[in-house]
């Protein structure tokens, strides 16, 4: 949706040179469908789009590993591994030795702190643990919120043991990390989107990172060919996917979650945030883009700029 991979993909979401071809887009392929999530729908390939997420309304549950906290299942595959959780941490919470498991293990804290080993995660804070390393201790005095993604190791096994033997490692959330979309900045736009990385790993090109946008947006399609997954962080954002059987919008705001196979064309000039937003953004491997102006029955065409 909003990748950092390429500064070609900043230039789809702020050049306002585009705004132009993006406005002739609007309308065409048909009217989308308005939606209330949660959504499960199939996506090219047999892939399962899951979307319009609001985990306020997902049920709580027991985490077995971790015992003494709270979730809520934002997405799985058990096929896989993948799981992806919104956690709740109260107040004296402790665990010396979590479980050691196949997966890595994400944490971007949502609220209060956690301690993790030595160091103290903080609001927006990141840590990561590569597949099958132990996690250090993990406490929390005064309680808080995070979420949790555990992935399956790559398919590379050397550049796996190359996470292991790197190690747990901590991001902090700092504004002043914020960067700017550069060809979005040379291309003359002025609309606010900005880019904070928190995870570019050198083995795997894995990517989990902030992006923050301002309102008066219009874009085209976007296609990837691999998994996006987001979580809207901070305020509110409508979104159109265009699927199959139908094109689908509709409003994700904060706690909004969705899981995107490669290959759905999504964006499009309906699509853009009400105000200020910031949301968090993963894939497996570094995004690449294709941009479209028009997109009908899961098919975009008319393309904006070469794939």
């Known amino acids: 949706m909003l990748p950092t991979a390429k500064p070609v993909l900043h230039t789809c979401l702020a050049a306002l040179t585009l705004a132009a071809a993006c406005a002739a887009a609007a309308g065409a392929g048909g009217a989308a469908e308005r939606v209330a999530g949660p959504l499960r729908e199939a996506g090219p390939g047999g892939g399962a789009f899951v979307g319009y997420v609001d985990s306020a309304t997902l049920p709580v549950q027991p985490f077995g590993g971790w015992p003494g906290i709270s979730v809520r299942v934002l997405g799985e595959d058990a096929a896989s591994g993948r799981l992806a959780l919104r956690a709740e941490f109260p107040a004296g919470w402790r665990l010396e030795r979590a479980p050691r498991v196949p997966q890595s293990l994400e944490i971007v804290l949502l609220d209060g702190a956690l301690g993790f080993g030595a160091e103290r995660l903080g609001r927006h804070d990141f840590a990561f643990v590569p597949p099958g390393s132990q996690a250090p201790p993990l406490s929390s005095p005064a309680g808080g919120a995070a979420l949790l993604f555990f992935d399956p190791p790559a398919s590379d096994a050397a550049a796996v043991e190359r996470q292991r033997e790197r190690g747990a ?11 700017p979309a550069s060809l979005a900045r040379s291309a003359g736009a002025t609309i606010d989107l900005q880019v904070m990385h928190l ?5 795997t090109s894995a990517r989990t990172w902030y992006v923050r946008l301002g309102p008066g947006m219009r ?12 979580y809207v962080m901070q305020g509110r954002y409508t979104l159109a996917e265009c699927l199959p059987a139908r094109t689908v919008i509709g409003d994700y705001r904060e706690g909004g979650y969705f899981w995107r196979p490669g290959g759905i064309p999504h964006s499009g000039p309906e699509s853009g945030p009400d105000g200020a937003v910031m949301w968090l953004q993963r894939s497996p491997v570094a995004l690449d ?19």
């Open 169 to 179: 490692y901590v991001s902090r959330f700092d504004p002043r990390r914020w960067q």
């Open 219 to 230: 874009m085209p399609w976007e296609v990837h060919s691999m998994v996006e997954e987001g």
């Open 289 to 307: 883009v294709a941009l479209y102006q028009q997109c009908a029955a899961g098919r975009a065409s008319a393309p904006l700029l070469p794939p």
């Open 199 to 203: 995870k570019k790993d050198p083995f």
